[in-house]
T-cell receptor
């Protein structure tokens, strides 16, 4: 499985944008980039995913580098509810390999 | 309406017992999963079923046996429980098995083996 590298932790002020980086230098052409988050005492929650182009949804934006070796999850206005562990995961298009959760980035949001 | 539900939410039992955790999804998804999150918070895939067929079976002791009676249900039966089985178990589902599909997780079942 291709691996991802994320900072262990990040901090943000409430109502400010947050940029969560992820490096995946060994990504293959058929790997989708997925982001999930896990709030305290809850199950993981899907955030966004993409292949090559930048993606936007109601929760966040995903910016994918042109060479696809890195990506950035953007939360446009952090709220206290966004405090969670964020996971960047690669998954082959076939789905024959599972989601592999690493350590993720623990995001703290300061009021 | 709960999309992915699990029962029970908490399960406390003694070593050597056999227990089951049930999972149901009302999303009409084809693919379901079981994950284990240990005390160090690492989340690992255990099994995946697609249309009732086992497609992923990670290195899990054979005391763990998943059963999918239909597409909407994936239950996890654990025989001869051990202390090391204590963890939070999450069920998930996705529309199809492909890597372009997102997964929806249940609230988890906290299993404590004493």
């Amino acid at each position: 499985d291709a691996k991802t590298t994320q900072p262990n932790s990040m901090e943000s002020n409430e109502e400010e944008p947050v940029h969560l980086p992820c490096n995946h230098s060994t990504i293959s052409g058929t790997d989708y980039i997925h982001w999930y988050r896990q709030l305290p005492s809850q199950g993981p929650e899907y955030v966004i995913h993409g292949l090559t182009s930048n993606v936007n949804n109601r929760m966040a934006s995903l910016a994918i580098a042109e060479d696809r070796k890195s990506s950035t999850l953007i939360l446009h206005r952090a709220t206290l509810r966004d405090a969670a562990v964020y996971y960047c995961i690669l998954r082959d298009y076939s789905g024959n390999t599972p989601l592999v959760f690493g350590k993720g980035t623990r995001l703290s949001v300061i009021a | 309406d709960t999309a992915v539900s699990q029962t029970p939410k908490y399960l406390v039992t003694q070593m050597g017992n056999d227990k089951s955790i049930k999972c149901e999804q009302n999303l009409g998804h084809d693919t379901m999963y079981w994950y284990k999150q240990d005390s160090k918070k690492f989340l690992k895939i255990m099994f995946s079923y697609n249309n009732k067929e086992l497609i992923i079976n990670e290195t899990v002791p054979n005391r763990f046996s998943p059963k999918s009676p239909d597409k909407a249900h994936l239950n996890l039966h654990i025989n001869s429980l051990e202390l090391g089985d204590s963890a939070v178990y999450f069920c998930a589902s996705s529309p199809r098995r492909g890597g372009s599909y997102e997964q929806y997780f249940g609230p988890g079942t906290r299993l404590t083996v004493t």
